[in-house]
């Protein structure tokens, strides 16, 4: 098992965001997590990444504990994430943004002509080759957000956490996305774990689906089986539906 969440609560205060979540992620599966805005979903990402400590439970990664690790060490470990928020270095280059995670994630790249070369072969694979002098912050939506997989891509991670990447994309942007997923999945081996709003995405993607609702766990399964779920549709469309 690749990761292996167990039990795991965070609470913020008096706040419970999380309750006893349990998540099992093999290597090479797509699984996805489900919830409304606020039920926890992207919390969970936080702890699995090291961005900040479950109050109860444990995280392992390929059989190691990695909760309470900082963010580093657990990247080191080949755990990459993107953000619901893009927020890349506006004052560099689309190339130069990328490098950082050739230089800081699992590849720990030590020359920077190096790192910048492996840079452009990421940018190539998600569609940016030709923007890869340009400036960060003079990206489109959609460019932001292939700037954000890239950065992630270019750690060299085992898992890769995509954390609403499809938010605010038209259509066609949405299957470009997915088609450019696809393929990276397949050509670098990587297992995925998938927050999204895109719900069409999210089926089309996972082989497994865990759904949140105000921290706690309410249903997990395949798409069809969460589709059909009672909690899940009294949650999303109330009991009438």
């Known amino acids: 098992m690749l990761l292996e969440v167990e039990g795991v609560s965070k609470a913020f205060g008096g706040l419970m965001a999380l309750t006893d979540v349990s998540l099992t992620v093999e290597t090479g599966e797509t699984v996805g997590i489900m919830g409304a805005n606020g039920a926890g979903k992207t919390t969970l990402f936080s702890l699995i990444a090291g961005n900040d400590r479950p109050t109860r439970g444990r995280i392992l990664f390929d ?3 990695i909760d309470g690790r900082r963010p580093d060490q657990i990247s080191q470990r ?3 994430r993107t953000y619901q928020i893009v927020r ?3 004052g560099m280059t689309v190339l130069e943004n990328v490098a950082i995670g050739c230089l800081f994630g699992a590849r720990r790249e030590s020359s920077k002509p190096r790192a910048l070369e492996q840079a452009r072969a990421v940018l190539d694979e998600v569609g940016l ?4 002098e340009e400036m960060a912050a003079d990206l489109t939506i959609a460019g932001l957000k292939r700037l954000e997989v890239a950065r992630a891509l270019a750690a060299a991670p085992r898992l890769l956490m995509l954390d609403e990447v499809m938010a605010g994309l ?3 942007e949405v299957a470009e996305a997915l088609a450019m997923l696809d393929g990276l999945k397949h050509r670098h081996g990587l ?4 927050v999204e709003h895109v719900m069409r995405a999210l ?4 082989g497994r689906i865990l759904v949140l609702h105000h921290g706690v766990t309410i249903a997990t399964g395949t798409p069809a089986e969460v589709g059909a779920n009672p909690a899940v549709i009294d949650a ?6």
């Open 63 to 65: 059989g190691q504990r």
């Open 78 to 80: 080949g755990v990459a």
């Open 88 to 90: 890349p270095f506006g």
């Open 129 to 132: 080759g030709k923007r890869a």
């Open 170 to 172: 038209t259509p066609t």
């Open 191 to 194: 297992t995925l774990l998938v």
């Open 203 to 206: 089926m089309q993607m996972c």
């Open 236 to 241: 999303y469309l109330g009991k009438e539906a």
